[in-house]
């Protein structure tokens, strides 16, 4: 009995001398990588750019593990030889510069991106901002609600991607996505790409992916709405054709003619339509300026007819990545100085165009003062202008507002001109044979005067006229036609008349047809 206890004490204690043997001596089998390598992407980030290659166990902690390397050109690519790790999963981190796709220009300050990734299967994998937005959330319900790896990465990525409206197949992967690459799945990164960086700084941008990952890791909802607003506003704001502008001429600087940028501008359209998102940075018209009243204001509906020139301001305020530019439509019945006047803050001022009676004007900088000097003649005026408003790069007006300038259609005689008595005012009916007068009238804007004058004595235009076009004598008709040249300005003219006798002057205002009214002269 004591015998058979002994052997089996024996065999248990070798089984378990085995299975230690086993435990600690029997190595893991490495996951081996000849040559691991990806892209690192906001746009791309700029040559010498450091990339570190973390491994992670199954909860998502690091090992201590890692791999360092650059990003080797300026197309952001990367790569690390003989790769040897005990788990399947790492942790990519990026730092660098990189091309700003909106600006067209290298960032101002430096971005930090991660990416993490199962690696079992494949030899790359890419960082961009979809792997950085998912992290946190990744990481979340892999240590707290205990997903695997992989039932994390797509539940991620999808709740990440409904932020923007978007969705991707669900075998797609967000460290796979390339923004150089075709198809709608790379349109989607460059357009949330855009979408983050907006007018942002790097910082800004930075401090904005933060928040949203702050925000997500918990529920995988954005409940900020701020966060949202500013995503709105980031997105109203980009020049979409600007930016596949800058990417064409990135590329093509980079030797990379073949790229074909992805139709990402769908993509931003279609989180602009779905979104319930609200915009803040809005552009607003202040009541008045330094000038006073405010043109682009919707309560200046009229300038009023004056003697005087009156004065106005054209002012807006712009929140930091607004952007405007404004067309007065209309006759030139304004002034505005020129570009380097200190009545120009911040703006841009185009000279008038003659031929299609437009001035355009744009704000140089937002979130920074403007305010610009308008003088208006208005006294024999009367006309409408149209404003026209382009808000942030729209190529139609986002909206149009109509002034009516002076007061309705109005024929003026004074009692004298600069060469004496008007002929043409009502109380005037006689005046010398041989004695110097004018022919006066002030017609508003839009206006037409005609003016006939018959007789069978004779008169004389003794000099240079000023807005007549004068016709000759009808002998015929016994009559001669004076038109005003131009509305809107002074019309005089030098007459005596030779004989004496009485002459009638027939007044057709508004290119009527008949005699508006008629009045006789004596002259004696």
Request: glycine fraction near 6%; charge should be neutral; aromatic fraction near 10%.
């Amino acid at each position: 009995m004591k015998t058979n206890l002994f052997s089996f004490l024996v065999l248990v204690l070798s089984l378990l001398f085995v299975s230690c043997e086993t435990l600690v001596n029997k190595p893991v089998k490495p996951l081996k990588k000849e040559i691991f390598s990806g892209y690192v992407q906001k746009g791309p980030f700029i040559n010498g750019s450091s990339v570190s290659i973390s491994e992670l166990d199954a909860s998502l902690d690091q090992t201590g593990r890692s791999y360092s390397t650059t990003v080797a050109d300026n197309s952001g690519s990367f790569e690390q030889k003989q790769i040897e790790l005990v788990s399947n999963y790492v942790q990519l981190k990026a730092d660098g510069y990189y091309f700003n796709e909106v600006s067209g220009e290298s960032s101002s300050g430096q971005l930090t991106l991660y990416a993490l990734a199962d690696i079992s299967q494949v030899n790359s994998a890419n960082v961009n901002v979809l792997t950085h937005l998912e992290k946190s959330r990744v990481e979340y319900l892999v240590q707290e609600k205990k997903l695997a790896f992989a039932a994390a990465k797509k539940q991620a990525q999808e709740e990440v991607l409904k932020i923007f409206n978007l969705t991707m197949p669900a075998d797609s992967t967000s460290e796979s996505l390339n923004l150089s690459g075709a198809g709608e799945n790379n349109a989607i990164l460059l357009a949330v790409s855009c979408i983050l960086q907006g007018p942002l700084s790097t910082a800004d941008m930075t401090q904005l992916m933060a928040n949203i990952s702050t925000d997500i890791k918990t529920d995988g909802t954005l409940d900020n709405a701020s966060l949202g607003s500013a995503l709105f506003d980031n997105a109203r704001l980009i020049n979409l054709s600007d930016v596949r502008q800058h990417l064409t001429a990135k590329y093509a600087e980079l030797g990379l003619n073949t790229v074909t940028i992805p139709d990402f501008e769908k993509q931003i359209q279609n989180f602009l339509t779905k979104s319930t998102y609200k915009a803040v940075k809005l552009i607003t018209y202040p009541v008045s300026g330094d000038n006073g009243l405010n043109i682009l204001n919707d309560t200046v509906k009229n300038i009023p007819k004056s003697s005087n020139y009156l004065i106005y301001s054209m002012k807006a305020e712009m929140p930091k990545g607004t952007n405007l530019r404004i067309v007065i439509k209309g006759d030139p019945i304004w002034y505005v100085p020129y570009n380097n006047s200190t009545q120009i803050v911040n703006w841009t001022v185009n000279p008038y165009n003659t031929t299609t009676k437009i001035q355009e004007f744009t704000i140089n900088e937002s979130d920074k003062r403007n305010d610009l000097y308008l003088s208006f003649y208005t006294y024999s005026v009367y006309t409408n202008i149209s404003i026209e408003f382009y808000e942030n790069n729209d190529q139609t007006p986002t909206r149009i507002k109509n002034i009516t300038v002076g007061s309705p259609l109005q024929y003026s005689y004074p009692s004298t001109g600069s060469f004496g008595t008007n002929i043409l005012n009502n109380l005037v009916t006689k005046i010398l044979v041989n004695q110097s007068a004018s022919m006066k009238a002030e017609v508003s804007s839009a206006g037409a005067l005609n003016v006939v004058i018959r007789g069978g004595g004779t008169w004389q235009i003794n000099g240079i006229s000023t807005n007549w076009t004068v016709e000759d004598f009808n002998a015929a008709k016994q009559w001669q036609i004076f038109t005003v040249k131009e509305s809107g300005k002074v019309s005089d003219l030098p007459i005596v008349f030779t004989s004496p006798g009485t002459y009638k002057i027939e007044y057709h205002e508004n290119n009527d047809f008949v005699a508006t009214r008629v009045k006789e002269i004596t002259i004696m």
